[in-house]
């Protein structure tokens, strides 16, 4: 495998031992640990954690939905999702800097709580927002040394069955559902648009959104929790 990756470039032959040990545990339908390394140091001492996940439209560059989860630690140490508050930021008018100052309140009132989230589209466009609102560049690094990428840390330590590291497919893989069935990105783009065009005939519309981004939340820490809970 090496040899024929070779052939369009070095950096492409350095993955085949990657596509072998994917390829072997995915056969064997079960997971390897790739090393002991403790994927969440940050959330040691943590008194809590920010849980964030948005909705895009990426056409009219429009984010309209920016979730929380507010996870607080328990006094004995446990984390218990039963406790977590969820809040939508809602952005239906593309008011940067009405959304900028309520989400920059929400995690200054919790600044010592970590923020967790699955990819990297969340760090840039909370990055560009802060940016577009004036904030310097000490404040949005600041900012960005708050989030925890949950899918880097995952790929960093863990090999799993799946056909991909997307938040669905791990979130499927360890059982966790989605409460509107078939639910996903595209479809809540298209709830979208639809609801713009169509707002009083289609409030469900809204809620729908809602419901998918917290379960979106939810499924994170999920995987976040499989992950702290396999010492």
Known sequence: LIKRLNQYGEHHANIAEQLVNQAKV?????PQRLNNKTLFPELISAKGVLIYDIESDPDARHDFLHGFIALEKRMNGKWCLEDAIYEPILNLTNNEEVTWNKINNKINNMNDFPI?????TEVLSISKLAKNNGATEKEISDLRNKFIDVHARLKSGWLLPVK???LKEVAKWINFQWSIKNADGPKAILWWRQWITSKKSKENLLQWIIKYNQDDCIATWKIAEWLLNKK
Do not use: A, I, V
């Open 116 to 120: 967790l989230h699955y990819g990297e």
């Open 26 to 30: 995915q056969e064997r339908l079960c």
């Open 164 to 166: 991909n590291y997307g």
